[in-house]
């Protein structure tokens, strides 16, 4: 018998399948980036930000309506999204479930409408959209199931079609992007929407098999981030960790939200509370949760609650690291450092980024509201330092080894007590999922200064005066930034062609902000070929970060050899700690 409708429960089942999918073919993804560097992340970013949408869906239990299933999907995907391929899959969810959010059931007609919506949402998201990448292959996608909609007899060779299509799409992506086709592949997050789109027509066709919770763990760092001393003297004012949702039977206005939050930080911080119509999810740390239980039951009955004591978490987290044993359990919540374990300890500035500056180490009572509040995405403990002495409030460790979810950012922006937050991305690759937590922050005043480098980053931070507006802040740091040039020096993972250059698996890579610089076999002389094409006569700066796999010597030599051949200009070096990469050079 021909399927002609979809429920709730087939579409839930798709969407599952979709997960499934993608998650079984990340690693394949990954290998596709065009940069044949070690931390090739789109089919993980994909996976992370579809799977936040399954487990979303499956807390919905086995009683839920289309509507409900809609904001599962699109909160989940939402708040999970990671990297720019995270982020637009997200959109694309986004535009798709709100085009069939408002029925029961749902045709070729309705798939096609919410095809074009999801399309063309995922495209506004996007400041300057470009052909051959997942963009294209939704946009196939959307036009082929209009076409095609009409004259449909059933879904299974309906959505057949359209997979079929958009894997014809997907292998035209490198004749619209000259550098897949050097690299010979096709775009990798085209690839990573042609799986989820092929997990769900198996489901459609009966031949997925069964979703896998277990499937939905991981997600952290690679790196973890974790400083060792900052857990250990970190204080926990606040003892459990209380997760809940209310199904709202009664009026929750905006007034009434603004004062359950007023409740909530009267007893306690770290508070998250989104609204989403009928339901508010609410994260919240409390030495009485049953006090938080208490005022959100005059509102409707609860459900998904959940207590975790964090000072047992903290002794474990302290004996793990003793031990050498470090695991994180909850990325959301451990990758997420302050300065002096608390994000409004106060911390000296130090304004020419020295890791000598003397740190204040002491815990105290987090003081009234301030006016600027700081973000930084970062990793490598050396270039926490840096941004800490900066005044960073609040670090993020990822960067290129792991892209941090919007979650990440939402999470980061509610442990500071300021007005106004500025968010470093410090990655290209980051900057649409902190723009997205932007959008879903409604009580702080979020700037997204869109740094593409960490040099970038502290350039930025170091032109921020207090004095200004944070308009007039945003713009002097954005002048700043555009000053800086930088690159970064790693290994190739594979054999590839790229900017007219043959790349070996092994050989190390100078890096530019658009392309490779430099390529050989030794890192201080690709690192001096790389340095020496980023220095116009303009400069007069040069910055070198060392990773964690050089040792100070070694980059005390290479600062020699570079300060020989320009004897004009000024060097600085430090320890950035960062991995994978074995320097990260600017230049201004």
């Given at each position: 018998?021909?399927?002609?409708?979809?429920d709730?429960?087939?579409?839930?089942?798709?969407?599952?399948a979709?997960?499934?999918?993608?998650?079984?073919?990340?690693?394949?993804?990954?290998?596709l980036?065009?940069?044949?560097?070690?931390?090739?992340?789109t089919g993980?970013?994909?996976?992370?930000?579809?799977?936040?949408a399954?487990?979303e869906?499956?807390?919905?239990?086995?009683?839920?309506?289309?509507?409900?299933?809609?904001?599962a999907?699109?909160?989940?995907?939402?708040?999970?999204?990671?990297?720019?391929?995270?982020?637009?899959?997200?959109?694309?969810?986004?535009?798709?479930?709100?085009?069939?959010?408002?029925?029961e059931?749902?045709?070729?007609?309705?798939?096609?409408?919410a095809?074009?919506?999801?399309?063309?949402?995922?495209?506004?998201?996007?400041?300057?959209p470009?052909?051959?990448?997942?963009?294209?292959v939704?946009?196939?996608?959307?036009?082929?199931?209009?076409?095609?909609?009409?004259t449909a007899?059933?879904?299974?060779?309906?959505?057949?079609?359209?997979?079929?299509?958009?894997?014809?799409?997907l292998?035209?992506?490198?004749d619209?992007?000259?550098?897949?086709k050097?690299?010979?592949?096709?775009?990798?997050?085209?690839?990573?929407?042609?799986?989820?789109?092929?997990?769900?027509?198996?489901?459609?066709?009966?031949?997925?098999?069964?979703?896998?919770?277990?499937?939905?763990?991981?997600?952290?760092?690679?790196?973890?981030?974790?400083?060792?001393?900052a857990?250990?003297?970190?204080?926990?004012?606040?003892?459990?960790?209380?997760e809940?949702?209310?199904?709202?039977?009664?009026?929750?206005?905006?007034?009434?939200?603004?004062?359950?939050k007023?409740?909530?930080e009267?007893?306690?911080?770290?508070?998250?509370?989104?609204a989403?119509?009928?339901?508010?999810?609410?994260?919240?740390?409390?030495?009485?949760?049953?006090?938080?239980?208490?005022k959100?039951?005059?509102?409707?009955?609860?459900?998904?609650?959940?207590?975790?004591?964090?000072?047992?978490?903290?002794?474990?987290?302290?004996?793990?690291?003793?031990?050498?044993?470090?695991?994180?359990?909850?990325?959301?919540?451990?990758?997420?450092?302050?300065?002096?374990?608390?994000?409004?300890a106060?911390?000296?500035?130090?304004?020419?980024?020295?890791?000598?500056?003397?740190?204040?180490?002491?815990?105290?009572?987090?003081?009234?509201?301030?006016?600027?509040?700081?973000?930084?995405?970062?990793?490598?403990?050396?270039?926490?330092?840096?941004?800490?002495d900066?005044?960073?409030?609040?670090?993020?460790?990822?960067?290129q080894t792991?892209?941090p979810?919007?979650?990440?950012?939402i999470?980061?922006?509610?442990?500071?007590?300021?007005?106004?937050?500025?968010?470093?991305?410090?990655?290209?690759?980051?900057?649409?999922?902190?723009?997205?937590?932007?959008?879903l922050?409604?009580?702080k005043n979020?700037?997204?200064?869109?740094?593409?480098t960490?040099?970038q980053?502290?350039?930025?931070?170091?032109?921020?005066?207090?004095?200004?507006?944070?308009?007039?802040?945003?713009?002097?740091?954005?002048?700043?930034?555009?000053?800086?040039?930088?690159?970064?020096?790693?290994?190739s993972?594979r054999?590839?062609?790229?900017?007219?250059?043959e790349?070996?698996?092994?050989?190390?890579m100078?890096?530019?902000e658009?392309?490779?610089?430099?390529?050989?076999?030794?890192?201080?002389?690709?690192t001096?070929?790389?340095?020496?094409?980023?220095?116009?006569d303009?400069?007069?700066?040069?910055?070198?970060?060392?990773?964690?796999?050089?040792?100070p010597?070694?980059?005390e030599?290479?600062m020699?050899?570079?300060?020989?051949?320009?004897?004009?200009l000024?060097?600085?070096?430090?320890?950035?700690?960062?991995?994978?990469?074995?320097?990260i050079?600017?230049?201004?």
């Open positions: 018998m021909s399927v002609t409708t979809l709730a429960k087939a579409v839930a089942g798709m969407l599952l979709g997960a499934s999918e993608l998650n079984s073919q990340k690693d394949r993804i990954n290998e980036n065009v940069f044949p560097v070690p931390d090739g992340d993980t970013n994909m996976t992370l930000t579809i799977m936040s399954a487990k869906v499956l807390a919905l239990g086995d009683d839920y309506d289309m509507k409900s299933l809609c904001k999907i699109s909160m989940g995907s939402l708040r999970g999204a990671r990297g720019n391929s995270g982020v637009i899959l997200s959109q694309l969810l986004r535009g798709l479930t709100k085009e069939i959010n408002e029925h059931t749902i045709d070729a007609k309705i798939i096609a409408s095809f074009n919506k999801a399309c063309e949402t995922a495209y506004k998201a996007v400041m300057k470009k052909e051959g990448t997942i963009l294209t939704a946009k196939g996608v959307a036009e082929k199931a209009g076409q095609t909609c009409d007899d059933d879904l299974e060779s309906f959505i057949g079609g359209i997979v079929e299509h958009a894997d014809a799409v292998q035209t992506t490198p619209l992007l000259p550098v897949l050097q690299a010979g592949v096709v775009d990798s997050g085209g690839q990573g929407l042609l799986a989820v789109l092929t997990g769900a027509y198996n489901a459609l066709l009966g031949k997925a098999g069964k979703f896998d919770p277990d499937s939905l763990s991981g997600g952290g760092s690679k790196e973890g981030g974790i400083n060792r001393d857990v250990a003297n970190a204080e926990i004012k606040y003892g459990y960790c209380t809940f949702i209310i199904l709202l039977d009664r009026v929750f206005n905006a007034k009434n939200e603004k004062d359950f007023a409740y909530l009267s007893i306690g911080d770290s508070i998250v509370c989104v989403m119509d009928e339901i508010v999810k609410v994260h919240v740390h409390t030495n009485h949760p049953g006090l938080a239980f208490e959100a039951l005059t509102f409707g009955s609860l459900t998904s609650m959940k207590i975790d004591n964090m000072r047992e978490e903290h002794s474990e987290r302290l004996f793990k690291l003793d031990e050498g044993k470090y695991v994180e359990k909850d990325p959301s919540e451990l990758n997420l450092t302050g300065p002096a374990g608390t994000a409004d106060p911390v000296p500035v130090s304004r020419n980024g020295s890791k000598e500056a003397e740190k204040d180490t002491t815990i105290e009572e987090p003081g009234p509201r301030k006016k600027d509040g700081f973000i930084a995405v970062s990793v490598g403990d050396g270039l926490d330092e840096i941004f800490t900066l005044g960073v409030d609040v670090i993020i460790s990822g960067g792991m892209n979810s919007t979650e990440d950012m999470n980061a922006i509610e442990k500071i007590n300021a007005d106004n937050i500025f968010i470093y991305p410090n990655n290209k690759n980051i900057i649409l999922a902190a723009n997205q937590a932007s959008e922050s409604d009580d979020v700037i997204v200064i869109p740094t593409r960490v040099p980053g502290i350039a930025a931070l170091i032109n921020y005066m207090p004095d200004l507006s944070p308009d007039e802040n945003a713009k002097s740091m954005q002048e700043a930034m555009a000053n800086v040039r930088s690159g970064e020096v790693t290994y993972v054999d590839t062609m790229i900017d007219d250059k790349i070996k698996s092994g050989d190390i100078g890096i530019g658009q392309s490779i610089l430099a390529v050989g076999k030794d890192v201080d002389k690709v001096i070929e790389m340095t020496q094409s980023l220095i116009t303009d400069d007069s700066l040069v910055s070198i970060y060392y990773g964690e796999d050089v040792e010597k070694s980059a030599k290479l020699k050899k570079l300060s020989k051949r320009y004897p004009d000024e060097f600085e070096i430090h320890r950035g700690g960062q991995p994978i990469y074995y320097y050079i600017s230049v201004e």
